[in-house]
């Protein structure tokens, strides 16, 4: 998945307006205009188009855990230059404070059945032996999931039902 899907997706899943996003980058430390935001939530194929970055994704990351869960005394975290979907989604968990079962709970509104451990995998440091990495996948359905659990009344057509497992879906 790209940082700009990504972008559109959380704005979209908790309803927030260019005023709370500028709000947003500005709790980490980063200022932006209502024009970049507008240029990143643009679909790929408009000429005003610009592509966001990892360290921008980041820092929205950062701002969204600051607005959910408060902003931490001190400096602020340095945002990553680089992001993987295992990053976007452990910086998502901690910026709702989720347990492994709500996130099973949330894949499972998107229907996805995983399991804990499979979940936990995500979590784990790189070279741990029971990492696993986030597919598009998986992050797509973690997402939807969170529009069906913080937006119900927008409800998006049926997918296929999945396990989790490669070539499980039905």
């Given at each position: ?11 979209y899943?908790?309803?927030?307006d260019?005023?709370?996003?500028i709000?947003?980058f500005?709790s ?5 205009t ?7 939530l643009?679909k790929e194929d ?5 592509k966001?970055?990892d ?6 990351l ?8 408060g ?16 990053v976007?989604?452990r910086k ?11 996130v099973?709970e949330?894949l ?6 995983v ?5 936990s ?16 996948q998986?992050l797509r359905?973690?997402l939807?999931?969170l ?24």
């Amino acid at each position: 998945m790209n940082n700009n899907d990504i972008l559109r997706r959380l704005r979209y899943t908790f309803n927030f307006d260019d005023t709370k996003m500028i709000t947003m980058f500005r709790s980490t430390g980063y200022r932006v205009t209502r024009a970049q935001i507008s240029d990143w939530l643009k679909k790929e194929d408009d000429p005003a188009f610009k592509k966001c970055s990892d360290t921008q994704m980041a820092l929205f990351l950062n701002g969204l855990i600051n607005e959910k869960r408060g902003i931490k005394e001190g400096e602020q975290p340095a945002p990553e230059k680089e992001l993987d979907n295992n990053v976007i989604f452990r910086k998502i968990k901690i910026a709702l404070n989720l347990k492994d079962e709500e996130v099973m709970e949330i894949l499972k509104r998107a229907r996805m059945n995983v399991s804990k451990h499979e979940i936990s995998a995500f979590f784990r440091k790189p070279g741990h032996k029971h990492y696993r990495n986030c597919g598009d996948q998986m992050l797509r359905t973690f997402l939807m999931g969170l529009q069906l659990t913080y937006r119900p009344d927008k409800q998006p057509a049926a997918g296929p039902a999945c396990s989790g497992r490669k070539g499980a879906c039905t």
